[in-house]
């Protein structure tokens, strides 16, 4: 009735994402209805003023009808989540108890104008979600007003600042910002082959069928955050409850600013920052080893060619040992000297996420000795002799490496990925940037905890066909995932 996942969505410590059957699912609707717990709105709805609950749905079918809508009791609602087109009607006067504001599924229309209404309509927010919702390029100063928000998304709108009044909320724990416009010319700048793909750094949504009820907890949303950086106000570090903070730009908000009020952040677990060169470095990395909780860390550089971007990280000293995730972008062709030294020293250190121009194989022959790893990802522009490989210099070792999640980003200079006989890999993401059929990967019959090879992007058929051929000589029976539609020829 319920099936668990065959693995962890990503890492371990993940919620997995579970699935129930078709009519197991329309049953916990119904119930949730009856209780007038949860509702939703789909296709053709007739007017019915008897219809109520704490938590709405409105479906991507259903037609937009405001007379419907307008016939429903909000007065209790606690909760309100949109899928699909966005209409200025859906935020109502009658919603002053709503906590929890989530568009993140909203496929267009939002606009400044809407949020100066949700905000000025909802006083009692805890929750907004304006996640891809492009159209908004600011945020009205009246967000200060929103005395109960906790958690702020605007990652991948077109908001480049954060207004001043933010920092009023004092009960803010979660920012998470960042511009889709800034993510995708920074990565076409460092990876040219990238610039005519498709945007697709960002995971596509995991979710059961009938994903209406998704978020309301019968399915799990994860995808990556944009790493490009916005520019936040002055005084933030009075905001002493923050947990994540990211993306910040601060070359942006000015350097000596922004680094006093991090100092002053001490419970953040989470920190992205951007816009980071020589100059401002050494006093940003003061500053985030007097960050004791920090758990999750991301840092975009600024690469010249002159690999500046390695040298202007060499000052990191002494570890973060609560450092689980970390993520760095815009290296050239060199890992800094301070991850050599402190990786090793990194206990819980379990995710890591390199985008690079190039990395030579005696450091990923380095990553592969850590052995606390569980997820590696891997997003290069260019590739030694053409190849990526794995495990070559470990195969004299007694002990295998094995790691849950690897991701590779090919493009069309990737000629092959070989896979040693030590290296053991339970999911391997395979993301394709316009991949030939002349690109190879060998080594996967031999991993025999190989449970599932997920590929997307734009390859050719033969590229596809070729993975399908090595992975059947696997005693295993890894299953071939196909994450989103790929063009083929």
């Known amino acids: 009735m319920i099936q668990a996942p065959r693995t962890r969505v990503d890492g371990r410590s993940r919620m997995p994402l579970c699935q129930v059957n078709g009519f197991v699912r329309e049953y916990i609707v119904s119930q949730l209805v009856e209780e007038n717990l949860v509702f939703e709105l789909e296709g053709h709805c007739r007017k019915n003023i008897q219809r109520t609950g704490r938590h709405l749905a409105i479906d991507n079918s259903w037609d937009r009808d405001r007379n419907v809508f307008e016939s429903i009791d909000l007065s209790l609602l606690r909760s309100l ?88 909320l004092e009960k803010l ?117 007097r960050l004791a909780h920090l758990e999750s860390l991301s840092l975009k550089m600024q690469a010249n060619q002159d690999n500046e971007a390695a040298g202007c990280m060499a000052d990191i000293s002494s570890p973060l040992e609560k450092l689980q995730s970390l993520k760095l972008y815009g290296l050239v062709d060199r890992l800094p000297s301070w991850i050599m030294q402190m990786c090793l020293q990194l206990p819980r250190l379990e995710k890591l996420d390199l985008q690079m121009k190039t990395l030579p194989q005696q450091e990923l022959d380095f990553i592969l000795t850590l052995k606390y790893l569980r997820s590696l990802r891997l997003r290069l522009a260019e590739f030694q002799d053409g190849e990526l490989r794995f495990g070559w210099t470990i195969a004299q070792r007694s002990t295998k490496w094995i790691i849950d999640i690897l991701e590779i980003v090919c493009n069309s200079s990737l000629q092959a990925v070989k896979f040693g006989s030590k290296i053991h890999v339970k999911i391997l993401k395979i993301r394709c940037y316009s991949v030939s059929s002349s690109l190879q990967f060998s080594g996967l019959q031999s991993m025999e905890n190989l449970k599932e090879v997920w590929l997307s992007g734009s390859y050719e058929l033969g590229f596809k066909q070729q993975l399908e051929t090595e992975l059947k000589g696997n005693e295993n029976e890894p299953i071939l995932e196909l994450e989103k539609p790929s063009s083929s020829t």
């Open 81 to 168: 989540t949109v899928f699909g087109k966005w209409e200025t009607f859906i935020i109502s006067d009658n919603m002053k108890l709503l906590r929890v504001l989530d568009l993140e599924d909203v496929s267009s229309g939002v606009t400044n104008d809407d949020v100066e209404k949700m905000v000025k309509l909802l006083p009692r927010l805890k929750f907004l979600s304006l996640r891809r919702c492009k159209q908004i390029t600011r945020l009205p100063d009246s967000l200060g007003d929103l005395k109960q928000l906790q958690t702020l998304d605007v990652r991948h709108t077109s908001v480049i600042k954060l207004p001043k009044s933010i920092i009023k």
């Open 173 to 289: 724990q979660y920012v998470r910002a960042g511009t889709a416009k800034h993510q995708q010319a920074s990565e076409a700048a460092e990876n040219p082959s990238m610039a005519a793909a498709p945007a697709m750094m960002s995971r596509p949504c995991i979710a059961t069928p009938g994903s209406r009820f998704s978020k309301l907890g019968l399915g799990l949303h994860c995808r990556h955050g944009s790493h490009s950086g916005v520019k936040v106000p002055r005084g933030i570090g009075k905001l002493s409850s923050l947990h994540t903070l990211g993306v910040v730009n601060i070359q942006a908000c000015g350097e000596d600013g922004i680094l006093e009020d991090l100092k002053n952040l001490t419970q953040l677990h989470k920190l992205g920052v951007s816009g980071i060169n020589r100059k401002n470095s050494e006093k940003l990395f003061s500053v985030i080893l």
